[in-house]
């Protein structure tokens, strides 16, 4: 399992992922699941992945062999976000098509779930969440953050706290404590993490991340945030009972 989270704000876009994966008890691994595509000064883009790891690198490996290939439509050559996102959903079909039937017939799902943002110039940062089928949908500011993979034991601080007026980081902030509370909950999510940080208009990636079990500031918030947890529910009224 895996847990990603992004979250777009008026200050830009921040992106979280875990990196563990399993497929048992006995077959835990460490695999990086935040992708990146950049052409400095004139965009950026991030691809998060959940789901089958298989499908999910052929996805990731053919978009960038798409943007080598000179003339072929690619996330070097959309010109909007909008058409970026159709060429990851597009890439997922292609992947089904190949694969599906065969996955199937050794009783594995299809599945594959994925966060893609970014900017391209001349337009604000975007951010969408593309399912299995190559549909998507795009964030709003109504709806400001998608998660995908293990998403419920992290989605109520984001509920309370994102919304309009938050810097980067603040929301990234925000966001370590959701994937900590995912990490405390579910032994299929871990570290190490991969964190970016995209600054509206920047068009170049430059605050990213790599936080494994030894990296303070982590240690720091996880243990603050329990800490003032407990506080808090020890200052709260016990229950009142009526005869």
Same mark, same amino acid.
């Given at each position: 399992?895996?847990?990603?989270?992004?979250?777009?704000?008026?200050?830009? +876009?921040?992106?979280?992922?875990?990196?563990?994966?399993?497929? /048992?008890?006995?077959?835990?691994?460490?695999?990086?699941?935040?992708?990146?595509?950049?052409? =400095? /000064?004139?965009?950026?883009?991030?691809?998060?992945? #959940?789901?089958?790891?298989?499908? $999910?690198?052929?996805? !990731?490996?053919? +978009?960038? @062999?798409?943007?080598?290939?000179?003339?072929?439509?690619?996330? #070097?050559?959309? *010109?909007?976000?909008?058409?970026? #996102?159709?060429?990851?959903?597009? !890439? @997922?079909?292609?992947?089904?098509?190949?694969?599906?039937?065969? &996955?199937?017939?050794?009783?594995?799902?299809?599945?594959?779930?994925?966060?893609?943002?970014?900017?391209?110039?001349?337009?604000? *940062?975007?951010?969408?969440?593309?399912?299995?089928?190559?549909?998507?949908?795009?964030?709003?500011?109504?709806? *400001?953050?998608?998660?995908?993979?293990?998403?419920?034991?992290?989605? =109520?601080?984001?509920?309370?706290?994102?919304?309009?007026?938050?810097?980067?980081?603040?929301?990234?902030? %925000? %966001? &370590?404590? $959701?994937?900590?509370?995912?990490?405390?909950?579910?032994?299929? @999510?871990?570290?190490?993490?991969?964190?970016?940080?995209?600054?509206?208009?920047?068009?170049?990636? $430059?605050?990213?991340?790599?936080?494994?079990?030894?990296? =303070?500031?982590?240690?720091?918030?996880?243990?603050?945030?329990?800490?003032?947890?407990?506080?808090?529910?020890?200052?709260?009224?016990? *229950?009142?009972?009526?005869?």
């Amino acid at each position: 399992m895996t847990y990603c989270v992004a979250v777009q704000s008026e200050s830009g +876009l921040v992106f979280l992922s875990d990196s563990r994966t399993n497929a /048992g008890l006995d077959q835990i691994s460490t695999f990086r699941k935040m992708h990146t595509f950049e052409v =400095p /000064g004139e965009r950026v883009m991030v691809l998060l992945t #959940a789901g089958n790891l298989s499908v $999910s690198q052929s996805v !990731a490996s053919g +978009l960038r @062999v798409q943007m080598g290939n000179d003339g072929e439509k690619s996330l #070097a050559s959309a *010109p909007n976000m909008f058409s970026a #996102a159709k060429i990851v959903g597009d !890439a @997922v079909r292609k992947v089904y098509e190949r694969d599906a039937e065969s &996955l199937k017939s050794f009783n594995i799902e299809f599945n594959a779930n994925m966060i893609f943002g970014g900017q391209i110039k001349g337009e604000p *940062p975007r951010l969408f969440n593309i399912y299995s089928a190559g549909n998507f949908i795009e964030a709003t500011e109504e709806t *400001p953050f998608f998660q995908i993979g293990e998403s419920k034991y992290g989605k =109520p601080i984001l509920d309370r706290v994102i919304g309009g007026g938050l810097t980067l980081d603040e929301v990234a902030k %925000c %966001c &370590l404590i $959701s994937m900590d509370s995912t990490i405390k909950s579910n032994l299929s @999510v871990g570290l190490p993490l991969d964190l970016m940080c995209y600054e509206r208009d920047a068009l170049r990636i $430059s605050r990213r991340k790599l936080i494994d079990n030894k990296d =303070p500031y982590f240690a720091s918030i996880r243990e603050s945030w329990a800490e003032q947890l407990r506080k808090v529910f020890n200052e709260l009224p016990d *229950p009142a009972y009526w005869a």
